[in-house]
């Protein structure tokens, strides 16, 4: 299993690089070529999302993102470090402040695009930050 790890400072302009790096990387994996700009949309999602979380939380630490080749599938892990807890009081009542609920609308909606372009995504979240790990899968290597 061959890994690249990228980490960038949560900056817009860095996004363009990862997806550039994830496509040359999900190329060389095996990655079908009618499906790479599928990859490239999806990993400029995902990390304009982990940009705009950190962005908003005020947090500096850097975006990470891993580009995993395995036997049979090609995946990318893209992590943030933006808490995600709902204080007590917002749980019960089920309100929130106009900044929280546009941040969550634009957080519901980065998803959505991810997940119509992904068959395989798969997303987590707790107080340490966040995760969305999306597989696609290679074609088998042909011999010359």
Known sequence: MATVELRFSPLPEH??????????????????????????LAVGEACSRAVGLHQSSGISAP???????EE????????????????????????????DLEAEGEDEMG????SGLVDDVEVSADTDGGLIRMSWPTLPATLP
Do not use: Y
């Open 15 to 40: 996004v363009r690089t990862a997806r550039l790096v994830a496509a040359a990387v999900a190329r060389r994996s095996g990655v079908d070529e009618a499906v790479l700009d599928e990859v490239r």
């Open 111 to 114: 998803l959505a695009v991810i």
């Open 72 to 99: 049979k599938q090609f995946s990318i892990e893209v992590g943030d470090e933006a808490p995600r807890s709902v204080p007590p009081s917002a749980a019960a009542d089920g309100a929130g402040s106009a900044d």
């Open 63 to 69: 975006v990470r993102v891993a580009l995993i080749e």
